[in-house]
């Protein structure tokens, strides 16, 4: 797979392209089709950060690292993006196995036993006059049990909360970085906005009134 590399202050080694190059092709093979990938090398006082971008068919993962050499903040922000990547990879899965499992989970049909004929519930005495009366057949109904409401499970957390105001491109590598699926934050004006993964993987963003 190619691998486009941007530099910006920095000089890019042999031995760090090569880094690069091996950790998206693992990652290309766990998304299958890849159409694009570039990283960019970075310093930002002192702090060494590299920045990747994997584009897909379907998904698009952005992931960062930032370490004291450029090296492990590579290593970083390849195992965060392969971490997505798995990640994706199993809810694809599981999307796809979803309507076998719900055929097995589907509760069978009730039977229900069938009705004698009218003609022999009439009573004898028609046929024989001696006033007696005849069988009703009643039909027996059976109902599957109720299902289990399972309380959820509540957990707080203040991760999901970006402190200082930020652009919609930087609260994407922001909930990249944190690895959360939602994230809230406020622009440099100071409108709420909430960014939250959609099941399908794709990022939505909501602007609260």
């Known amino acids: 797979m190619q691998v486009e590399l941007t530099a910006r202050q920095v000089k890019v080694s042999k031995a760090l392209r ?8 693992r990652i290309a093979r766990i ?5 694009a990938a570039n990283v960019i090398f970075r310093v930002e006082r002192h702090v060494q950060i590299a920045e990747l971008t994997v584009k897909s068919r379907a998904q698009t993962i952005v992931a960062a690292g930032k370490a004291d050499s450029m090296e492990s ?3 970083q922000a390849l195992a965060h993006a392969e971490h997505q990547a798995l990640r994706y990879r199993d809810r694809h899965l599981a999307r796809k196995r979803m309507p076998k499992e719900e055929k097995v989970l589907t509760a ?3 039977a229900r036993p069938k009705a004698r004929p009218m003609e022999s519930e009439e009573p004898t005495s028609n046929a024989t006059g001696n006033g007696a009366k005849g069988r009703t057949a009643i039909p ?3 109902f599957p049990a109720k299902a289990t409401v ?3 499970h509540i957990v707080s957390s203040s991760e999901a909360i970006a402190i200082g105001p930020m652009t919609i491109e930087e609260a994407v590598k922001e909930a990249e970085f944190r690895d959360r699926d939602l ?3 406020r622009n440099a004006v100071g409108k709420l906005y909430v960014l939250h993964r959609r099941r399908d993987g794709q990022m939505e963003l909501v602007e609260i009134p």
Do not use: C, I, Y
């Open 140 to 142: 027996a109904h059976s």
């Open 31 to 35: 998304l299958g089709r890849t159409t």
């Open 150 to 152: 399972v309380e959820p």
């Open 73 to 75: 903040a590579l290593r």
């Open 18 to 25: 090569t880094q690069a190059e091996e950790g998206m092709d």
């Open 108 to 110: 069978p049909p009730v």
């Open 183 to 185: 994230l809230v934050f």
